[in-house]
């Protein structure tokens, strides 16, 4: 799979995208979403109460893509070393010698579950993680194995317990998904898979290693057009109250997405477009990844928390505008 064709490519993302859906009832857009970015080589946040699937979703993941998963269930006494691992002491024929224990961040796909329920500076441990694909403990720097991505969950911020994610780490999450309650009808399809007393079919393996790490270099060969990437620009601008003619985001927006915004909007587009069977990148590709990938770089001020806009509001105004 060296050499993915477009339509191998297509066949590859609706095999994996089925086999999760078979376990993961009632969040279709969700599992599709995080499959994008997943191919794109990006982490994911998910936010959404206790109880929905999350947790299920990402083991689902792991079990159906093949990968090393290590879970990081964090908490207000979790250390940074915990997670990137340290030195330990050993003794030797020849005297004492410092080793290095890899923590569970050493791992293909990561499950930092109810990640904002940890204090700022064990967050802080997934940064170089997540951006550098390297982990730096003392003096020496450590790679991190092929693909790596961090899927994250946490709990919104109005529960007790929860720390808000600096914006720095918030920034390194290519798309923040919000899980939603499911349909009634699809509760009535959980039930049956949990509770019924019949033993639930597992998730079968649909990747490998080298299949993914080959759609990733697929997907990334993908041509934008200029015009579509001045769209996704002006997109990425208008969040900017000192930049934009939306009159929202000149009133609600303290400060508006980075440039990192628009390269996730980029890759997730090229994705999608593959997933539907095109070598190009359309503006329809674009405007349906602006809300994953922008909705938590956009960072509203006082009076919209006061009224309750949050940015989705915002982005439907500015797709309106940019449209």
Sequence with gaps: MEDLELGNFRNFYEAVLGEVQKQVVGQEEVVREVLTAILAGGSVLME???????????KTFARVLDLPFSRIQFTPDLMPVDITGTYIVNKTES?????FQEGPIFSSLILADEINRATPKTQSAMLEAMQEKTVTVGKKTYPLPRPFFVLATQNPLEMEGTYRLPEAQLDRFLFKLKIGLPREEDIYRILDLTVSGREG???????SREEILAAQRHAAQVPVAANVKKKAVALMLET????????AVREYVACGASPRGVQ??????????????RFNVAFEDIASMARPAL?????????????????????EEVLKKVK
């Design 48 to 58: 959404g109460a206790p109880g929905l699937g999350k947790t299920v979703l990402v």
């Design 201 to 207: 079919r597992e998730a079968e393996k649909r990747a």
């Design 95 to 99: 005297g004492l010698a410092f080793d």
């Design 295 to 315: 909705r938590h770089r956009i960072f509203l001020n006082f009076k919209a928390q006061a009224e309750k806009v949050d940015p989705d509001m915002i982005l």
């Design 240 to 247: 900017h109250p000192d930049r934009t003619s939306v009159p």
């Design 264 to 277: 996730s909007v980029i890759l997730g587009a090229k994705v999608r477009a593959l997933s539907e069977g």
